[in-house]
Nanobody, 127 residues
Framework: QVQLVESGGGSVQAGGSLTISCQLS????????VAWFRQAPGKEREGVAG???????IYANSVRGRFTLSAANGKTTLYLKMKNLKPENTAMYYC?????????????????????WGQGTQVTVPV
């Protein structure tokens, strides 16, 4: 079955950089979308960046220019390179995938359109 496993989270000082990873396995779909979401305590889960089924890359406005999403190994390995990290970026970061998410012109408002999720990796930027 489809599995996603995140890794690479940790504590980083403000202004620092960190790259987190997501490894997908069990993928048999011809076309699928992948994405990173994050959720801070007391807040809704929000989209960060994604690659849709047509391999277009999309970023949330809040991270565009600072975060870079890339994929390797036939889109089964994902990297989110985060630069100039800020305390407000502290959150649990989740990767997700779904074969029914085709084109993404923007990050979806409802994270529930993605049905396959990893367990999350914590990114902490102390004040």
């Amino acid at each position: 079955q489809v599995q996603l496993v995140e890794s690479g989270g940790g504590s980083v000082q403000a202004g620092g950089s960190l790259t987190i990873s997501c490894q997908l396995s069990g993928i048999t779909w011809r076309m699928y979308s992948v994405a990173w979401f994050r959720q801070a305590p007391g807040k809704e889960r929000e989209g960060v960046a994604g690659i849709d089924s047509y391999d277009n890359t999309i970023y949330a406005n809040s991270v565009r220019g600072r975060f870079t999403l890339s994929a390797a190994n036939g889109k089964t390995t994902l990297y989110l390179k985060m630069k100039n990290l800020k305390p407000e970026n502290t959150a649990m970061y989740y990767c997700a995938a779904d074969n029914d998410v085709l084109q993404m012109k923007a990050m979806p408002n409802d994270h529930r359109v993605f049905n396959y999720w990893g367990q999350g990796t914590q990114v902490t930027v102390p004040v």
